[in-house]
């Protein structure tokens, strides 16, 4: 069964009432999360019912070894991931085996965040799960919970491989929620091509952030990486510093909580019960033009842990962070002090954001500790600076957290009265759950959605029809991709010999990939089935997470003190020889960067700019499986190769935005097999555009751009999952041809939903284009900070034509 509702709707009581029975009855129970934070909380709620028969316990990264012993022995109640799953208990079920012989029911808990590659090797490995839970004769219940998602049921399905039923109806008492989507505004500074640019929605959320905790106003802030977490909490500290140094020094007898300014002005709202709800390899970067028979291709490529911006220590993208002021983008006033590079003051530079304590509150404000009541919070804490923030916030000693999606899931951080959001998060149902967090109790709530300068964000922000009212995202996984079912083949069998009878556990496809890993001799076929013979792990073939390669270790170099990791892939993009590295605070400069020793030596510096790094693309047809005409055009589907290799990256000054120069890199191309959506115009289309004077080549080139933002609104994809390539003549097409294509090996389904979608997708390239303000072109609609040819030849006017003429019936 999967229940589907809202926020703070019970579904955490729907699945522990029938567990905690199970626990009592002599069974046992496994409970998968997608994160730590997760499922520490629901054990710390299971610790606080004092039941003497219910023993749970976690089963994870940070459970210590002289601990798992004993789980794996006396536990009743394990709470664990899908990595752990796959990469210990699973491969070691014999271990497991009094656990698995009682096993009542499985949750599966915040499962719609199983999807892209991620979700598909998560299906597989729920296939394996059932599969060894039949070896030891146990029959176990699943039971999934999930925010709202379209066809719930369905997804449930896919994602299990048994049939489902589902519980949809939400009738749990809400408060009202006021959304506000707001646009930051343009500034005097130009960018590329002398495109103006918007503030930081980073910068945005840190301003609003000192507000809301001024005004006494428990505030989460929702950051799209580990370094804008880290960088919203060190602005919004500085400016409190300075606002505490201001009152401290001023008033004899400091005066009440300030009421933050009423920033209305640009604000979309709408009041909701809330409605019913719904929410990478990676750099979607553009490359240099390349000419084929002296025409323009330009190039974007995916994102390598990028959307476009300078990358945190997890490859996720991370916006371009400017000083303090106000929302209306004027300068700050005396108690708001600009702030340096990374949102840091002038001056000092302000402790951790993991420094803090839990002093008891004093009879009166102490404007000393006002910048202590704001921290940041994402994974590569440990775990016990996790908990404590967690506990600091449920207190109230913390009013404000600048946090990754580590809290998007069910964390129980109830008493929130706000919660800002900088940044689409990636689909409708991750918005609502975000905004869910506050407001749990059944307050009334405040939630902010703060548009970074990115296609989608800007048509959001003027279309809101498109958020309110409208069903969430259907959720997309491939379990039948070969390159992920292939490595859960070969792990299945070294768990278990595969036999015949276990091949409709794993899909249609599983004799075909049999036979290749059969051919490239990973499995042996016996007459019993087929047998794993290798010496090495099978699970290390998986890399569920997408990052594929060993990662990179990430090592001081005056010290050897190991700072963190970074999957293969991503250190192209984020730790490139002369990087900006961020690490809990810590600003670093990558000195070298050797793939073939697996280090990137850093050392630490305190530079005033960030890096963009960026790539070129090629890209060929391997076989096209759909095609179908599409308005004076033709939509094709299919399997393409991708070669990209990271050439260049960009200096841009922290505060501004001002662009600093572009630093050569030498790196090794990558190849990529995967899947792409692309749309082709013969030339008696694209004739008349000629004639007229438009660049056919930077208007398929601006095409491109905005089409990948906003493919994320009609598939369950974040910008980097995807990447793209246009083309005014392709060698394999002989026509102009725009590519939008999956980012993962072998593809995630993303691409194909963007052919099912494609009128809805490229009428709304269209209208996003049209409706921002700039006259030739901006972030917010064209541009790619990625572009690896400097956002030209890019043709605004152009790209409007190209997709009116597209669009067009025949």
């Not at 046992?28 to 019912?49: C, F, G, H, M």
């Not at 750099?283 to 476009?308: E, F, K």
């Not at 972030?779 to 067009?808: M, W, Y």
């Amino acid at each position: 069964m999967i229940i589907s509702t809202g926020t703070a709707s019970g579904k955490s009581l729907a699945y522990l009432t029938p567990a905690v029975a199970a626990c009592l009855d002599g069974g046992t129970i496994l409970y998968l999360t997608p994160t730590k934070a997760l499922a520490a909380d629901q054990l710390r709620s299971l610790r606080e019912l004092r039941i003497t028969q219910l023993r749970a316990a976690s089963f994870d990264g940070d459970t210590p070894f002289e601990e798992r012993t004993w789980v794996r022995q006396h536990a009743n109640y394990v709470l664990t991931n899908p990595d752990m799953l796959h990469r210990s208990i699973l491969p070691r079920h014999s271990q497991w085996s009094s656990f698995f012989r009682r096993l009542r029911m499985i949750v599966v808990d915040e499962c719609h965040g199983y999807r892209g590659v991620f979700g598909s090797h998560v299906a597989q490995i729920l296939r394996r799960l059932r599969r060894v839970c039949a070896r030891y004769g146990s029959r176990p219940t699943f039971l999934l919970a999930s925010a709202t998602a379209s066809e719930p049921g369905a997804f449930a399905m896919r994602l299990t491989g048994l049939e489902m039923d589902e519980v949809t109806v939400d009738a749990s008492p809400k408060g009202a929620t006021t959304i506000a989507l707001w646009e930051p505004p343009l500034t005097e500074l130009r960018g590329e091509g002398g495109a103006p640019v918007r503030r930081t929605a980073t910068a945005e959320a840190a301003d609003l952030l000192a507000d809301l905790v001024l005004a006494d106003v428990r505030t989460l802030a929702f950051v799209r990486s580990r370094r804008g977490a880290e960088t919203v909490a060190l602005t919004a500290r500085a400016k409190l510093a300075d606002v505490a140094f201001s009152l401290s020094g001023h008033f004899p007898n400091p005066p009440a909580p300030l009421t933050p300014a009423a920033h209305q002005d640009g604000l979309t709202t709408a009041h909701s019960s809330p409605a019913p709800h719904r929410e990478g390899p990676t750099t979607s970067q553009d490359s240099p033009a390349t000419h084929q028979d002296g025409l323009t291709t330009s190039q974007d490529g995916p994102a390598m842990g990028q959307d476009g911006a300078a990358t945190g220590p997890d490859g996720h993208a991370t916006d371009r962070d400017g000083h303090a002021t106000s929302l209306d983008g004027h300068a700050t006033s005396p108690d708001s002090h600009a702030t340096g590079q990374g949102g840091e003051a002038s001056g000092p530079v302000p402790e951790s954001s993991l420094n803090w304590a839990l002093p008891d509150s004093p009879p009166h404000p102490d404007w000393a500790e006002l910048p202590n009541k704001i921290a940041a919070y994402r994974a590569g804490y440990l775990a016990e600076d996790r908990r404590l923030l967690e506990k600091a916030l449920r207190a109230g000693t913390l009013m404000g957290l600048a946090t990754t999606n580590a809290l998007e899931l069910g964390v129980d951080v109830s008493g929130l009265d706000a919660v800002l959001i900088a940044g689409w998060p990636g689909t409708r149902a991750s918005l609502w759950q975000q905004a869910g967090r506050a407001g749990r109790d059944g307050q009334d709530a405040l939630a902010v959605l703060i548009a970074r300068d990115d296609p989608l964000d800007t048509y959001l922000v003027h279309h809101p029809q498109a958020l309110f009212g409208r069903p969430v995202e259907a959720i997309v996984l491939d379990p039948d991709n070969p390159y992920v079912l292939g490595p859960h083949l070969c792990a299945a069998a070294a768990e278990i010999p595969l036999t015949e009878d276990d091949l409709p556990i794993f899909g249609d496809t599983t004799s075909t990939v049999l036979d290749d890993l059969v051919a490239q001799a990973l499995l042996r076929r016996r007459p019993a089935g087929w047998f794993w013979t290798r010496r090495e792990r099978a699970t290390d073939l998986a890399d569920i997470r997408g990052g594929g390669g060993a990662p990179i270790q990430v090592v001081e170099s005056s010290t050897g003190r190991l700072l963190g990791s970074v999957d293969e892939p991503s250190a192209h993009t984020t730790v490139h020889t002369g990087a900006v590295y961020l690490h809990q605070g810590e600003t670093f400069l990558v000195e070298v960067l050797d793939l073939e020793a697996g280090v990137a030596l850093v050392s630490g510096a305190n530079p005033d700019f960030t890096t963009f790094a960026r790539d070129i693309t090629d890209i060929s047809i391997l076989a096209t499986q759909r095609s179908q005409p599409l308005g004076s055009g033709t939509l094709h589907f299919g399997e393409v190769e991708v070669t990209r290799q990271v050439v260049s990256y960009l200096k841009r000054r922290l505060q501004s935005g001002e662009m600093l120069g572009d630093e050569p890199l030498d790196l090794p191309p990558r190849t990529l097999r995967t899947r792409a959506v692309w749309w082709t115009l013969p030339a008696s289309a694209v004739a008349p555009l000629a004639e007229s004077g438009i660049d056919l080549g930077g208007a398929a080139h601006a095409a491109e751009h905005a089409s990948i933002g906003l493919l994320p609104l009609f598939a369950t994809c974040d910008r980097w999952d995807i990447g793209g390539v246009s083309t005014e003549l392709h060698a394999d097409t002989g026509l102009l041809t725009v590519f939008v294509y999956d980012g993962h090996e072998g593809g995630a389904g993303f691409a194909e939903r963007g052919y099912a979608r494609a009128a809805d997708w490229l009428t709304a390239t269209r209208e996003a284009i049209t409706s921002c303000e700039c006259e030739r072109g901006c972030p917010s609609c064209i541009q790619s900070p990625k572009c690896g040819n400097g956002n030209e030849p890019l043709h605004k006017r152009g790209a409007v034509r190209l997709l009116n003429t597209l669009l067009s019936p025949q």
